[in-house]
């Protein structure tokens, strides 16, 4: 996971070839004016899902995986929580190639896990096989509306099929 503010998201280029599409696109266009929807880039390897969403509860939620596509999560309006973990998981249903979905919970004994919330143009970046749950609702707030833009981001290894 990278976490950071939008504004330094330049000290990040060379590290993904997909990224570096997205920080080019960054510097020339306003990621807050986007309509909901998708946003094309570069076609199927870099573009963006623009979404209003709602924030959920730990409790109503689950963990998330990608084999392809790494998640570049930055919220436009609202404000949100995150998890990751570098623990173990145990999956919930078969991974989904064509959705390049996963879905799992902490193996038991695995309390490992990290916090983060977007708000203030901070973004995250998940990148392939990192669990990640997103779109929980921040402590002491109420559950609710958010507008978020998830950049999908192809890895390398997949760049050039």
Known sequence: MIYDGMAAIGRYRGLYKGLDVLIDWLEQNDYKALPTGRCEILGN???GNVMDAKTRTYQNARYEVHHRYMDLQVDVD?????????GATRELEPFDEATDKGYCHLAEGNTDELDGTLANDHFAIFVVDEPHMPNLV????????????????LVDRYWDE
């Open 78 to 86: 609202g404000v949100e929580c995150f998890k990751v973990t570098p």
């Open 45 to 47: 390897k870099v573009f």
């Open 138 to 153: 921040a402590p002491g707030a109420e559950v609710g509306p958010i507008r978020k833009i998830c950049f999908k981001i």
